[in-house]
């Protein structure tokens, strides 16, 4: 174990290892992801699905504009979120965290997804003693081991949730892969009236269609962006924005910040993320994530 006042350490980066679950929980879930951090470190979470994430060492802490909610220091529910969250850890820690589909938030917390959207909790308030037992079990495990561990965990808690509501991967298929301009048009494309959709989308999958189609096209630009700084912006945008200041805007309401001062800031956790994302699930980012199993 590396000494938080050790120098070294303090300028090591970040290390980022991801897994995908057994085939049949791929609908449920994006992956398993590892992150050891052996120096302190300031990153900006992406608006995602909901996570579960388990501090096996040092400590985490995750802050969110709008929200004053602690960080769990042992096992921690995240709702599905529509804006940055800024992480920090003081150095020498790890955490374990598990990426959920709306499916998997469905059928694996079974809790409102909007009355927990861009909150986090004690992952013991949804799962009891469990939370604490599955804990003690990652952080005797070593990586690994974790995936098998946590694929045991996952399918006996699928296996005993009841059956979901079949039209939720339909609304999840079409965010992923369409190009839809309007909550009308979002309903209208599935057959749906406006309605039955907004009720579903903000039970499932935190937010109102509107809200959730922008949020969308906004990841879209952001995994098509990457690295790729040497290109002119405009010509990487998702066609849904108008103009480069319509997407500034759009990035500022997301991000809390100008995509400048976003490209030009360190990710040391991000960056590799989306590397070692992309690599073993196709998906820079987990809000574009096919959740489909094989």
Known sequence: MVAIGNSAARHALPQVQFALPAPALRPLITTYYHVTAPGPVEDFLHPEWGNIRFSLRGRWDVARPGSLDPTPQRHSLFGPTDRTGIVTSPGDAAMLGIGLTALGWAMLIDRPADAHANRMCDLDQVWGAAAGHCWQALCA??????????????????????????????????????????????????????????????????????????????????????????????????????????????????????????????????????????????????????????
């Open 141 to 294: 495990a070593d990586w690994a081991a974790v995936p098998a561990l946590l694929d045991g965990v996952f399918t006996a808690r699928a296996a005993a949730a009841p059956p979901p509501d079949p039209l939720i991967e339909v609304v999840q298929a079409a965010l992923i892969d369409g190009h839809i301009d309007t909550a009308h048009g979002f309903a209208e494309q599935l057959g749906l009236n406006d309605r039955t959709l907004a009720r579903l989308c903000q039970r499932v999958f935190g937010f109102a269609p509107k809200r959730l189609l922008r949020r969308q096209r906004f990841l879209r630009t952001l995994a098509e962006i990457g690295d790729r700084l040497d290109q002119p912006l405009s010509s990487l945008l998702d066609g849904g924005y108008f103009d480069q200041p319509h997407f500034n805007r759009e990035f500022r309401a997301f991000m809390g910040m100008t995509p400048l001062a976003y490209f030009h800031s360190p990710r040391q956790i991000m960056r590799r993320a989306a590397i070692e994302r992309l690599r073993t699930a196709g998906a820079v980012v987990q809000g574009l994530h096919h959740a489909k199993a094989d």
